[in-house]
Each structure stands twice: as structure tokens, then as C-alpha cells.
């Protein structure tokens, strides 16, 4: 995560606002790439604490990749809380904080993923005036149906698992899923890169 | 137009010639048109090979399901491409049933990189082996010429 953090820091002077503030780097980089996540999804901790702050230095900072972070919510047994955490980023992220919610989110996934208890999760990352304004934006419609459309967007993706990366370079999208040996995923993009 | 049962049969072998014929080039053709490391990427989530095979396995796989659908369109080597169809089917629809099974929730790979394995893979691949099944035994039964 201090790698994340320290990627973050490296790269503040070319981040782009992006939609909602749940992107990173400049959105007119040769290829869109959309993640698709939840924050109960166990590959997904790893993926944001383990190799996301891989992709960033490789290919955001250097301006390659605009990244677009997505709420993939799931349901059913083990992601009975998933909601709330998807809302709670969404609503951290019109306060700018979008990044740290999702830091503390995962970080604690294994504690508040079972208890219920998101909110003791997300306030850490927050200034006492900003949580305020979460807990109202939580209970915002327009917050939920952000949520929804994520999901719409990654079904009409054809996201069926999580985490999923959509890499889109000229118009064609590329779904990837498979996280278990980076070196494969980045020879997929710097082929995607060279076309 | 009266035909007899034999020439029916051999109708339908045709026919079915080209459809798994077909169905196999187009399904290396798919993967030879994506990049191969999205089918690497699918072997690996099986969990049955190695990622060296796997990676080996995506640069050739595709050319060679490529030539088999060839081979069973053209009638050349008639028997040896049915009973390695039906042979590849088998080893398809055991590694669905082995992933299932395992809880996995993995695509299928079989026509591109992005069908996850479902109800409808095992109805697709399960009549493809049907199909396949019923060409190897005509093709070992017309042992002189392919149908």
C-alpha cells in the first residue's frame, strides 16, 4: 500500500479529474482501462494491494493508461455488506477521497466484511467535516444509482468475475481476469500498446 | 426422390463434417485473433497445467484446432481427426466438469476468452462430443473412404 500511496504522490501533478473522482491519470492516454471490483472480493484486496500499485507506475504514471475505477457490487452470501461499502466509496469520492476509502476498505476487508460495520472502516480516512457530508451522500440517490450504473457498465462489459480489468485501445475492449502472474498481464498490455 | 438410408447417413456425415469442422477452425481462429496471452490466461485459470504450458499451449493450440476443423471439412484423414476431436471434447468438457466441480467460477475458453462455463458450455460442448462421437464411429465403420 505505501508503494500505492508513494505512486499516488509521484503522479499528482498529471492526475485528471475523472468521472466522480474514481480515476487516475490523464484521460487522453492511448488506452482506457476500467476496473471492476468489490471491496468483499478477496482477489480484489490483493489486486488493489498487491499489484495495483504495479499497473499505476507502469502505465498511468507514465501517462499510458487512464484507469477508471468501477463498483462491481456483489450479492449473496459474503457480500451481504458490499453495498454499503460500494457506497460509501462512491460517496467518498465526491469529497476526493475515493482512493483512501478504498485503501481502508481493503485493508480491513476481513474485519468489517463479516461484522457489518463499513462505517467503522471508511471514517478512519476521513476529516470529521468530510464525514459528514459521506453520510448524507450515502443516503443520496444519485450516489446509488452511480453504483448501479458501475454494474450496468461491467455486465454490458461482460464482466463476469471479480476483479476485471477492461482495457480499451482503439475502440476494442480487452477483459482481463486472470491475476496470478503479472508478467502475463503486462505482456498483454504492452502488446495491446504496440498495435 | 427416394433415398436410400445409406445415402441419408452419408448425408448427415457430411453435414456434420462441416459443422464440427467449422466450428473447430472458427474457434482457432477466435483465439489466433485475440491476444494468445487471453488464452494462456484461460488455461492457466484451470489449474491443471503449469503457466509454461499454458503459455505453450495458446501459441499452438489455436493453429492446431485450426487444422482440424480442416481436416474434418476436407474428409482427409478421416478417422485420426475424429478420434482426435472426439478425444480433445472429452479432455474439454472433463476440465468444465473439473472446474465446476472445484467451485470454480473460470471461463470457459473455448471461443475467445470471455464465456464463462455454464449450463449452456456443457450443452454446447456435450453435443459437439455427441456429434463427434457418432463421426469417429462412421469414420471407423467406412473404413475404405471417408464419407
Known amino acids: ?195 | 426422390m427416394v433415398f436410400s438410408k445409406n445415402r441419408i447417413v452419408q448425408i448427415a456425415v457430411v453435414v456434420l463434417r462441416f459443422a464440427m469442422g467449422g466450428a473447430f477452425a472458427y474457434a482457432g481462429y477466435v483465439k489466433l485473433a485475440e491476444p494468445w496471452q487471453l488464452f494462456a490466461a484461460n488455461i492457466a485459470d484451470y489449474e491443471v497445467v503449469p503457466m509454461w504450458a499454458a503459455k505453450f499451449l495458446a501459441h499452438t493450440f489455436p493453429w492446431f484446432e485450426v487444422l482440424l476443423g480442416a481436416l474434418l471439412i476436407t474428409g482427409r484423414w478421416f478417422r485420426t481427426s475424429t478420434a482426435a476431436t472426439s478425444l480433445l471434447l472429452l479432455v474439454f468438457v472433463g476440465l468444465m466438469v473439473h472446474a465446476k466441480v472445484g467451485g470454480k467460477n473460470i471461463n470457459c475458453g473455448c471461443f475467445g476468452s470471455d464465456e464463462p462455463i455454464s449450463w449452456k458450455t456443457f450443452v454446447r460442448d456435450g453435443s459437439m462430443l455427441a456429434v463427434s462421437l457418432y463421426l469417429t464411429a462412421m469414420a471407423f465403420r467406412n473404413r475404405r473412404k471417408p464419407a
Open chain 1, 1 to 195: 500500500m505505501k508503494t500505492f500511496v508513494l505512486a499516488l504522490a509521484v503522479m499528482l501533478p498529471c492526475l485528471a479529474a475523472g468521472p466522480e473522482g474514481k480515476s487516475l491519470g490523464n484521460p487522453a492516454a492511448p488506452m482506457r482501462m476500467d476496473l471492476y471490483g468489490d471491496f468483499t472480493c478477496g482477489h480484489c484486496k490483493m489486486l488493489h494491494e498487491q499489484l495495483l500499485p504495479r499497473i499505476v507506475a507502469d502505465y498511468v504514471t507514465p501517462g499510458k493508461a487512464y484507469l477508471v475505477f468501477h463498483e462491481f457490487t456483489l450479492t449473496g452470501p459474503g457480500h451481504e455488506h458490499s453495498q454499503a461499502a460500494s457506497l460509501y466509496a462512491a460517496a467518498a469520492a465526491r469529497v476526493g477521497k475515493y482512493q483512501q476509502v478504498c485503501d481502508a476498505l481493503f485493508l480491513t476487508q476481513s474485519s468489517w466484511a463479516l461484522s457489518g460495520k463499513v462505517w467503522e472502516a471508511v471514517s478512519p480516512a476521513l476529516t470529521p467535516a468530510e464525514q459528514k457530508k459521506v453520510q448524507v451522500l450515502m443516503k443520496d440517490p444519485s450516489v446509488a444509482a452511480e453504483v448501479q450504473r458501475d454494474l450496468e457498465q461491467g455486465m454490458a462489459a461482460r464482466v463476469n468475475q471479480t476483479p476485471t480489468l477492461v482495457m480499451t485501445r482503439k475502440g476494442k475492449q480487452t477483459p482481463w481476469s486472470y491475476w496470478n502472474d503479472y508478467g502475463l498481464f503486462k505482456s498483454t498490455v504492452d502488446m495491446l500498446l504496440s498495435k
